[in-house]
């Protein structure tokens, strides 16, 4: 057995997003008051628009439908406007839509990417599109710059599965054995934790302690993928993303069978069953990374359904087979909230400095870890 020993809730029993103790939910009239709020952009449709933003709808027209493309491209004409006068910076996770990720993000990645750029990101702003504990991150690494997020209700399965409390209990239970959380986590559970990690990580952040044993979590399928590659024994948390743990290992089999040249490639916080039927496994950036090195001709990308869509704006010749499942929290940021955030600046997040300063301290350990 990989895993020493698991806690926790069952998978799915805790809320997708819960409000993080200790920070502040002002709305936008802190943020406003500190930048202005700055008129409406036009969001007409016109000649000028579409030449304007022709040259990013060349990005996107394998994915994004040229009838779609009327209500996106005012968007995002003004979402580029405004980044410059507001002196903004968008850091788009994988998983954002195609309109996002590639016609307004300056920045894109996994949870690791996006918290180095966060890091070192020259803005005053940075609008998060991704979810909340990302937007969290991105703070707890900016404290003296805005970030905002399009919409905070944008949770996670994994981040709402455990609070500091239960972090707590843990460290009594098992007195002496370090915690890594995964970066899917709240502010107040990071600053109880000893460092970070992301799924392209996890292993050499477990490995990088030196100990016996460890205590991993929220994800306990990560953790259990982590335990089939060390001698590190683990304790994990049960908590699991509620868009990988959809997958089953008879849909892939049933896929391979009707194309045995298929090349499936899957994220690991999926059960260990789908991630045996997988030619290979990694964070998504790692899946990314696969796609550009190997050139399938086709191929599942076993992870939330917007990032085959990404990969194929760039990588227009590969096929990508979908059996798609959507995080219906990454799906909360749209264009029209983003414009939103950069008018009105909203939504700040804001986070109880003592709990940021030391969850600092733990991101900041992973983001510092030298690659062995
Ligand atoms: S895909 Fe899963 S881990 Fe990622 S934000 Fe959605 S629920 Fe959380």
């Known amino acids: ?22 920070a502040q939910e002002p709305g936008p009239a802190a943020a406003a008051r500190r930048h202005g709020v700055l008129p409406m952009p036009s969001l007409e449709w016109n000649e000028q628009v579409a030449r304007e933003t022709a040259p990013l ?6 994915v994004v ?41 300056d920045f894109v990645g996994d949870s690791l990417q996006l918290a ?18 990302m937007a969290e991150t991105s703070k707890i690494l900016n404290p003296d710059k805005t970030v905002l997020i399009p919409d905070s209700r944008a949770g996670c399965s994994l981040a709402a599965s455990i609070t500091g409390a239960d972090v707590r209990v843990l460290r009594e239970k098992f007195p002496g054995v370090p915690v890594v959380a995964y970066v899917n986590t709240s502010a107040e559970v990071k600053a109880e934790v000893d460092i970070c990690c992301t799924s392209s990580n996890a292993l050499e952040v477990v490995e990088s302690l030196g100990a016996e044993r460890v205590i991993f979590l929220p994800d306990q399928y990560l953790a259990s993928y ?9 304790i994990a948390w049960k908590g699991a993303c509620e868009v990988h743990e959809r997958f089953t290992a008879d849909e892939l089999r049933r896929y391979r069978d009707g194309d045995p040249a298929l090349q499936i490639i899957a994220h690991p916080e999926c059960p260990p069953d789908v991630l045996a039927e997988a030619d290979y496994t990694g964070s998504t950036a790692g899946m990314i990374d696969w796609v550009r090195r190997n050139r399938p001709s086709r191929v599942i990308m076993v992870t939330e359904c917007s990032m085959a869509d990404n990969v194929q704006a760039e990588l227009p010749d590969i096929e990508f087979v979908r059996p798609c499942n959507l995080c219906p929290h990454m799906k909360r940021i749209t264009l029209p909230k983003i ?12 986070i109880d400095p003592a709990i940021a300063a030391r969850a600092r301290r733990s991101v900041e350990r992973m983001v510092n870890l030298r690659p062995s």
């Open 1 to 22: 057995m990989p895993i020493l020993q698991s806690f926790g809730p069952a998978a799915g029993t805790a809320p997708a997003h819960r409000p993080v103790p200790g």
């Open 339 to 350: 414009l939103d955030s950069l008018v009105y600046l909203k939504e700040e997040v804001v």
């Open 57 to 62: 709808y060349a990005r996107v027209a394998k």
């Open 116 to 133: 180095r750029e966060a890091s070192k990101v020259d803005a005053d702003i940075i609008v998060q599109c991704g979810v909340h504990f």
């Open 226 to 234: 982590v335990a089939s590659l060390t001698k590190v024994k683990i």
């Open 65 to 105: 439908p040229a009838v779609e493309w009327p209500f996106f491209a005012p968007y995002v004409k003004a979402i580029n406007a405004l980044k410059k006068e507001r002196n903004a910076v968008i850091l788009a996770h994988n998983y954002q839509t195609p309109e996002i990720y590639n016609c307004v993000a």
